[in-house]
């Protein structure tokens, strides 16, 4: 077999050209003509129809959370800590004990107020018993000045008649003189035994109220939870000397919190109670929903903005002082979402891809007076791009302002496969959008 000759010029074609020349030469001793390129396969998607949904106008904000009752615990009295009952997020309830202070003080002088109030009980017995004998006396000082009053009268009268001398009258009248003196003076003790017992009972009183004081700060050696809630943090340590304005640690019922939010001067006139208010997370996805419940009608002259306050029901992740970023919802209006992964960004521009049906293709009749075929192409889907103009994002979804109606389907899946007029292939229909909740 002679093998053919290359020239050197061949040696410096490039290789390209050398390929096609070579296909040309197969072709042309195949005697036929290149085939025809074939179209490239529809590219699977899934599209979601077009419709109306609840379109939110909103402004987002940077609040601090608080919890509605909240109790700083501070010693009554001062005293060194000796033991922490309870640990930061343990639940407590209405007088649980959170510390003790050291109560050797207050000990003595619950004990000596006990002394007093003993000696103050032995006097009053005393003076109740000195009343009591004074009165005892005073009957039968009474009961004698009776007896000689009768006992002069009688004498009067006998000597009036002259049966008895004068003197006996003497007598009588001296007794029943004597018998009055000592009516007196026993009514006297018995007035005296009687401020004395008033004076013992106010002396018991006294002695009764240091007792109670000297036994209530014994009590406020141990520290209790006055309201039911949360352990805060604890930041005093056993050994520490607790003095009145010591905070040993805050109770916190946080099952509702409020959202402090300054509201700039001049959005302040669209603010109203119960306008809704979202908490968002990091992805800006709606934590929990709330309403304005306070409108402060003052402006804060540093911020230069309008306190407003809305409550929340705590789902688990809320703290106490934390910051977080709350949506107002101003009004609430029909409009049109589509997904955040529908839209792509070229020079600026935002585009959607929207399912569109191309040419029927007919084998071998005209599409106007063709007859039924069962053999006939379906029609085939392309992507249209389309040119949007979107607002504000909402969720995971975006609000279009034009370039899309109800009715029409978004391409939301292998959106980077796509140029426009790109054939495609339905792989699974997407729900539409939903509205959010108002």
């Not at 919802?329 to 589509?338: A, C, D, K, R």
């Not at 084998?363 to 085939?380: K, L, V, W, Y």
Request: aromatic fraction near 2%.
């Amino acid at each position: 077999m002679v093998r053919p000759r290359i020239s050197s010029f061949h040696l410096f074609l490039p290789h390209r050209l050398i390929s096609t020349t070579l296909l040309l030469s197969v072709l042309a001793g195949c005697g036929g003509n290149p085939p025809t390129a074939q179209a490239p396969p529809p590219t699977p998607v899934q599209l979601q129809p077009v419709k109306t949904s609840t379109i939110q106008e909103s402004s987002e904000f940077v609040g601090s959370l608080e919890a509605q009752n909240r109790v700083a615990l501070r010693p009554v009295v001062e005293g060194r800590l000796v033991q922490i009952f309870v640990s930061p997020g343990q639940a407590v309830a209405i007088g649980d004990p959170i510390a003790e202070l050291k109560a050797d003080q207050s000990l003595a002088q619950v004990r000596g107020a006990g002394a007093d109030v003993d000696a103050a009980v032995a006097a009053r017995n005393t003076a109740t018993a000195q009343v009591q004998s004074a009165r005892a006396d005073l009957e039968s000082a009474t009961a004698n000045e009776a007896l000689q009053e009768t006992e002069y009268k009688r004498t009067a009268s006998l000597v009036a008649e002259g049966a008895q001398a004068q003197q006996l009258l003497d007598q009588a009248d001296n007794r029943r003189d004597t018998a009055i003196a000592a009516r007196r003076a026993a009514a006297e003790q018995v007035s005296a035994a009687q401020a004395s017992l008033s004076q013992a009972d106010a002396r018991l009183s006294r002695a009764q109220a240091d007792r109670t004081v000297a036994t209530e700060n014994l009590n406020d050696n141990l520290v209790r939870a006055p309201i039911a809630g949360i352990v805060a943090n604890i930041p005093a340590k056993v050994g520490d000397y607790a003095q009145t304005n010591t905070t040993i640690t805050s109770i916190i019922q946080n099952s509702s919190l409020e959202l402090n939010l300054s509201v700039p001067i001049e959005r302040s006139p669209r603010l109203s109670l119960g306008l809704p208010v979202e908490l968002l997370d990091e992805q800006g996805r709606s934590l929990t929903r709330g309403r304005i419940s306070f409108i402060s009608p003052e402006v804060n002259s540093t911020q230069q903005g309008v306190l407003a306050k809305a409550t929340f029901p705590n789902n688990g992740q809320l703290k106490d002082g934390q910051f977080v970023r709350a949506r107002v919802i101003w009004q609430t209006s029909p409009g049109i979402l589509v997904p955040t992964g529908a839209v792509t960004r070229i020079a600026g521009q935002t585009f959607v891809y929207v399912a569109k049906t191309g040419e029927t293709a007919q084998s071998g009749e005209s599409p106007d007076n063709a007859p039924a075929n069962p053999s006939a192409t379906p029609p085939q889907q392309v992507a249209e791009q389309r040119l949007v103009k979107l607002g504000n994002i909402q969720g995971n979804s975006y609000q279009v302002i034009e370039g899309l109606k109800p009715g029409e389907s978004v391409v939301v899946t292998g959106i980077l496969n796509l140029q426009d007029g790109s054939p495609i292939s339905v792989a699974q229909a997407q729900p539409a959008s939903t509205s959010q909740s108002q």
